[in-house]
């Protein structure tokens, strides 16, 4: 039994976040402060899963590739070490992860933020 690849496994929960994030549940009963939450939230998971789309490279073996990851890798790369660093992801995640928190329909997005987050704290 091999060791288990954190990074991937943190890069898997961070975009499972970011797709939750995105989802639109049904229409809130409230004022338009409800509607700025939910176009920040999404416009927050929509970035969480434009950074987490790209898979790192394994250890050993091979990492099948997903559609598209080639263009997303070559943009991510001109940001430099400030979408490689996994410290920065850590606390991007962790700071996006406190205002999510708030709010019960976001619970789910904001468990997958922390728990990345935290992973990506381990794999540094």
């Known amino acids: 039994m091999g060791q ?9 929960q961070a975009l499972a976040a970011g ?5 639109r549940p049904g229409r809130p009963v409230g004022a338009a402060r409800a509607g ?9 998971g929509v970035f969480v899963c434009l950074l987490e789309y790209p898979r790192s490279r394994r ?13 997303m890798t070559a ?3 001109a940001f430099g070490p400030f979408t490689r660093n996994y410290y920065v992801r850590a606390i991007l995640h962790a700071a996006l ?4 928190g708030f709010l019960l329909s976001t619970i789910l997005g904001t468990v997958c933020l922390g728990i990345a ?5 381990l794999v540094s």
């Open 59 to 71: 250890k050993k073996g091979s990492t099948m590739e997903r559609c598209g990851q080639r263009y």
């Open 117 to 121: 987050s935290g992973i990506y704290l």
């Open 36 to 44: 700025a939450g939910r176009l920040l939230r999404g416009a927050a």
């Open 75 to 77: 943009v991510l790369k």
């Open 97 to 100: 992860a406190v205002p999510a």
């Open 4 to 12: 288990i690849e954190w990074a991937m496994w943190a890069n898997e």
């Open 19 to 23: 797709l939750s994030e995105c989802a």
